[in-house]
Structure formats: C-alpha cells, structure tokens
C-alpha cells in the first residue's frame, strides 16, 4: 500500500515536497517512481529512482527543478520540487515496482498510491 502526500496550493516559483510511504512490503527491494496526471491529459512520467537510490531518472519537463530520494529505513520516497510552474499542475502518484529496479513507464509498476493534487497559480 502507498500513501504519497504533500501537495498543494503554490506559487508559480515557489517549492513542494511529496511523500509517499509505503507499507506491506519490502520496500528497499522497490524501485519507485513518481507519474503525473494533469486534467484532459494523460498520466506522464515525472521521475525513479533505483532501489538503492544510486540511479535516478527525470523526465526532461522537470529536470533540474524536482529531486527524488528515498529512505529506506522509513519506506519512504520524495519528490522535491523546486521553482514550481502552472504546468507542473498536476495529480501526483508514487508507484512501485517489484519487477525493475527504476523504470519510466507506468507498465513497470505494480502498486500505485492514490494521488496527491498539486496546484500552481500564476
């Protein structure tokens, strides 16, 4: 089970962190990923990272502005996001995968959590 949170209502510039915990498994054996929806569009890969947290991925969209980390002793995963824009807005998912340890499509993951909403005025 995945549980993200964090987002919210900010800025153009301005910064979030997600979190999501995970829960009933093991999670350092995870690679996790972050995916984004915004309305009318379809879901879009955001960013992964690899079990150990060695290897990490973004899509270009948000390169240089999000950073994903995690800690495993606390089943936890982030998305950093920093100087935020009105097209980051978005419902947020984290996903976990069992089969690959990073990975940028949605096919790779086997657990989703429920989405947090992330809104970004001009």
């Known amino acids: 089970q995945l549980q993200a949170s964090g987002g919210g209502l900010v800025q153009a510039g301005g910064s979030l962190r997600l979190s999501c915990v995970t829960s009933g498994g093991t999670f350092y054996k995870y690679g996790m990923g972050w995916f984004r929806q915004a309305p009318g569009k379809e879901r879009e890969f955001v960013a992964t990272?690899?079990?150990?947290?060695?290897?990490?991925d973004y899509a270009d969209s948000v390169k240089g502005r999000f950073s994903v980390s995690r800690i495993n002793a606390e089943n936890t995963v982030y998305l950093q996001m920093n100087n935020l824009k009105p097209e980051d807005t978005a419902v947020y998912y984290c996903?976990?995968?069992?089969?690959?340890?990073?990975?940028?499509?949605?096919?790779?993951?086997?657990?989703w959590g429920q989405g947090t909403l992330v809104t970004v005025s001009s």
């Open positions: 996903a976990a995968s069992s089969r690959v340890q990073w990975g940028i499509s949605s096919n790779n993951y086997d657990y």
């Open positions: 990272i690899s079990w150990s947290g060695a290897r990490k």
